[in-house]
C-alpha cells in the first residue's frame, strides 16, 4: 500500500489487517512507521516518484493499493502536483505490472469529472470538459496513465473515486472548513448551491477491501459516496450540530473570485497558504460542485453508508475536542 499514513491510508491498514490479511505499507520516512507498526503492519521505505523503491516494495505482493496523492488545493511549488499524482501514480501502475500483481486498485476522486453535463452524474457519465484545479488536473492526467496501462498491457486494476471524505481528525480542507465554522472563523456563506456527495473515512476503507476481495472486476469504476448536500445545508447541518450560529450573510460568487485571487497572489508571493484555504483552485472546486450517484458500491460491493449525521457528529467532536484541549493546555 502507497500512502498508508494518510487520512483514508490508517484504518484501511487497520481493516485489511483485522481481516487477516498482511500488509506492507511503502513509507517516506521513519516519522509515522510506529503507527502502522503497532497495527501489525510490516514497513519499507521508499516513494512513488522512485519506481525503483517502488518496484522492491512490491516484491512478493499479491495485491496493491495506490493511496498515495497530493491533495491540497495550493502548494508553493505547483509542479509537484504532477509529480506526484501523474508520474508517481504510474511509477506505481508500470511497478505492479513488472511485479505481476494480480490486482492494483487505484483510488482518485470525484474530482476528475469536472463539471459534467449530467449531475448526479454516475460511473459511465461522460466527464466534464474541464478540471478546476491544480490537484483535479494532475489526478485526471494520472488516471489517464492507468487506464492507458490497463487497455494497452492489461494491468488488473479497479478504480474507486471517494467524494468528500469525512471523520474524526480529517486534517484537509473539509476538516479545517469544520473548525473554522465552530470557532467563527468564516465570514459569510459562499456558494451555497453548489451540491456535493459526502462520505464517512471508514465506508472508504470498506469499499477497498471489498474491491479488492470482489473478483473479477478489473477495469471496473466505483464513485464512493451516497449522501448529497448543498454547500448551504451542509454549513447548516453542521452549525446545528456543533451549536455554532451559522454564518449572517452571503458573499456573492463574484467577490469570492476576487478575494481568492488577491489571498492566492499573496500566497504565491509570501510562501504561505491562503488565509481560511481562499485559494483560487480551492474556490473554483468549490463553485463546481461534485453530486454523484455513488450506488453502484452498494449494488455491487455491498457497502452499507454510515448516515451523514453520524459522521459530522464525529468529525464536530473531534474538533470540539481539540479546540479544548487547546484551551486547557
Known amino acids: 500500500m502507497t500512502g498508508g499514513t494518510g487520512f483514508v491510508g490508517k484504518p484501511t491498514v487497520g481493516g485489511l489487517i483485522e481481516a487477516g490479511h498482511e500488509v506492507r505499507c511503502l513509507l517516506r520516512g521513519a516519522g509515522r512507521a510506529g503507527e ?17 523503491s517502488v518496484l522492491e516494495g512490491m516484491a512478493g505482493c499479491e495485491w496493491v493499493v495506490n493511496l498515495a496523492n497530493l491533495y491540497s488545493f495550493w502548494e508553493p511549488d505547483k509542479g509537484l502536483y504532477r509529480k506526484v499524482n501523474a508520474e508517481g501514480t504510474r511509477n506505481v501502475m508500470e511497478a505492479a505490472l513488472e511485479a505481476s500483481v494480480s490486482k492494483v486498485l487505484h483510488v482518485s476522486s470525484y474530482v476528475v469529472w469536472g463539471k459534467p453535463s449530467r449531475r448526479p452524474f454516475e ?8 478540471r478546476f484545479s491544480e490537484y483535479a488536473r494532475s489526478k485526471y492526467e494520472g488516471d489517464e496513465a492507468v487506464w492507458e496501462l490497463y487497455r494497452q498491457r492489461g494491468l488488473p486494476v479497479v478504480f474507486l473515486y471517494p467524494g468528500i471524505v469525512l471523520g474524526a481528525g480529517d486534517p484537509k480542507a473539509s476538516g479545517r472548513y469544520i473548525e473554522d465554522l465552530i470557532e467563527g472563523r468564516i465570514p459569510g456563506m459562499v456558494f451555497e448551491d453548489s451540491a456535493f456527495t459526502y462520505v464517512h473515512v471508514n465506508d472508504v476503507a470498506e469499499a477497498i ?39 449572517k450573510r452571503s458573499i456573492p460568487g463574484a467577490a469570492v473570485m476576487a478575494m481568492a485571487w488577491v489571498l492566492t497572489k499573496v500566497a504565491d508571493l509570501s510562501g504561505r497558504p491562503p488565509r481560511l484555504g481562499m485559494s483560487t483552485d480551492q474556490m473554483r472546486n468549490l463553485r463546481a460542485g461534485g453530486a454523484f450517484d455513488g450506488g453502484k458500491a452498494e449494488r455491487e460491493l455491498g457497502l452499507t453508508y454510515t448516515p451523514i449525521g453520524v459522521v459530522i457528529e464525529e468529525e464536530v467532536a473531534s474538533h470540539k475536542g481539540k479546540s479544548e484541549y487547546g484551551r486547557i493546555s
Open 36 to 52: 502502522l507498526e503497532q497495527l501489525g503492519c510490516e514497513t519499507i521505505y521508499g516513494d512513488v516518484t522512485d519506481k525503483a
Open 123 to 130: 460511473e459511465e457519465t461522460p466527464f466534464g470538459p474541464e
Open 209 to 247: 477491501a471489498r474491491s479488492l476481495q470482489k473478483e473479477g472486476n478489473a477495469g471496473e469504476k466505483y464513485l464512493i459516496g451516497n449522501q448529497t448536500f448543498t454547500q448551504g445545508e451542509y454549513t447548516r447541518i453542521v452549525c446545528e450540530t456543533s451549536g455554532t450560529p451559522p454564518p
